[in-house]
């Protein structure tokens, strides 16, 4: 595999997330997060490590020449919106502004371009306290805050993601896994409406300000069903089902179709939150749609008399070969076809998989770390983008998750995903895995990588 098989107008890049990476939870000005609060309660597996997390604040410099040496035109990671804008409505907070200026430099004297997320989960405490998502006020808050940060960075940023995935966010809600640990899967899916209809108020206020040639995207969980097809009526209804729930409720409405409730009906009870008119507001075209892609949700249709089909998503004995060391069934083929489902939706004009990557517990042994298994991984998700190209489809990006392990939500940083090791028990060095070597080989040999 070679980087000229992708042609010379794709982007390679490395994605991050602001919590996951930064530190530095109060440094200059910054306010806390819904994450760091989680910290301070204890529900991270280690406690507050997201006060250190792997100190990108103070160690961004280094960083950005790891990043730069694995060869890679482009840096994907996110602003922390408490850092810059306050409690949530502001002021713009200069301070802490001022790092994201040092990292967008920082990326460009490196030859990186830097893709910005807006919004990478750690909303202010302060609105979290308000509801949070599942508040319908949060729309004009967040809209606010991406006017804020578009003009501050939007003479040297051009990429942007409004949004990192939704569905991440709902589950969390529906869950209680953000305050006090109550289900609240109805008021999930009313979050739902509320983060579409901020998506896409957020995408037009930024449209106005940003230049002609900006590029405003959102990151959405791609994961379709497996089986990919079916002749069998309930297993198509059933995976209608569950990407109705993964991927179109987020999807669907900002391409001007509306909710899928037809697909899912559990999806109706979101219906007291759309107002008049809101789906005309929900509607925004994105320049690229972020595939955010791990593995597929493998489906199995139960027969239930009564109940058109019931399906669980992650049915034991999945129809995948392997699964990650946190559970993702893994499955390459999956990703070419959500490259192929989306290839044409009216919700964006091209896609690019934002994120891609292979959570295990690497081990560090003799300065070395052996994990040929997210090596295979890379290159058999790689090989499928090359297959979507090969079909036509408009794909024409792809950023690893992540240069660096860091902070897995939950799991804090048992689940390691970089490509480089981070050393927690020797001041957090860096060290670059097998899978670090490949990928520079791949990108910076001609001959490419095996
Ligand atoms: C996500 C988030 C990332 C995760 C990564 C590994 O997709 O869940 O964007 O922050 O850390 O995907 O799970």
């Known amino acids: ?21 930064e530190g530095a939870p109060d440094a200059d000005g910054k306010r806390p997060s819904v994450w760091d609060d989680l910290g301070r309660k204890g529900r991270i597996a280690g406690g507050r490590v997201g006060d250190v997390a792997i100190d990108f604040y ?47 430099d920082g990326c460009l004297a490196r030859g990186l371009e830097p893709w910005v997320t807006l919004y990478h989960w750690d909303t202010p405490s302060a609105l979290q306290r308000e509801g949070g998502w599942t508040r319908r006020g949060i729309v004009d808050d967040f809209a606010a805050f991406a006017e804020a940060v578009a003009q501050r960075y939007g003479d040297r940023v051009k990429h942007w993601m409004v949004f990192n995935e939704p569905l991440s966010v709902t589950g969390h809600i529906a869950a209680g896994l953000l305050d006090n640990r109550v289900p609240q899967p109805v008021k999930a899916l009313r979050a739902v409406h509320h983060m579409n209809l901020a998506c896409a108020e957020a995408g037009r206020r930024m449209r106005e300000i940003l230049p002609a ?20 009526e309930r297993t198509n209804r059933a995976r209608r089902a569950v990407e109705a729930l993964l991927c179109d409720m987020f999807i669907d409405p900002a391409g001007g179709l ?11 009870a979101m219906r007291p939150a759309i107002e008049d008119g809101d789906l005309e507001l929900a509607k925004f075209t994105y320049d690229f749609l972020g595939v955010q ?16 089909a019931i399906v669980l998503p992650w049915a034991r004995g999945s129809q995948t ?36 990557g292979f959570g295990m517990q690497d081990r560090l042994r003799d300065g070395r770390v052996r994990d040929d298994i997210r090596t295979w991984y890379l290159r058999e998700h790689l090989q499928a983008v090359l297959d979507a190209r090969a079909e036509g ?25 970089g490509l480089f090791y981070v050393d927690y028990d020797n001041d957090l060095a860096r060290v670059a895995k097998d899978s670090a070597y490949w990928f520079h080989r791949l990108l910076t040999d001609p001959d490419g990588a095996d």
Do not use: C
């Open 1 to 21: 595999m070679r980087r000229a098989d992708f042609g010379d107008d794709f982007t390679w890049g490395v994605a991050s997330a602001a919590f996951q990476i």
């Open 58 to 104: 103070n160690r961004w410099e280094s960083d950005l020449d790891l990043i730069q040496w694995l060869g890679v035109n482009a840096n994907r990671f996110s602003i922390s919106w408490p850092r810059v804008f306050g409690d949530g409505r502001g002021p713009w907070n200069d301070a802490g502004g001022a790092f994201y200026d040092r990292v967008i």
């Open 213 to 232: 040639d900006a590029d405003i995207g959102i990151t959405q969980v791609v994961s379709v069903a497996h089986p990919y097809e079916s002749t069998d």
């Open 258 to 268: 509306g909710y899928p409730f037809d697909a899912n009906p559990l999806l109706k």
């Open 293 to 308: 892609y791990y593995g597929p949700a493998p489906v199995k249709a139960f027969p239930i008399p009564g109940l058109r």
């Open 321 to 356: 070969k392997l699964r990650s060391e946190v559970g993702v069934p893994v499955d390459a083929d999956g990703l070419l076809w959500s490259l192929r489902k989306y290839a044409k939706h009216p919700a964006a004009r091209r896609l690019v998989v934002t994120e891609n």
């Open 393 to 417: 489809i408009p794909v024409d990006g792809f950023f690893e998750w992540s240069y660096a392990d860091n902070v897995e939500w939950f799991l804090g940083t048992r689940a390691r995903f």
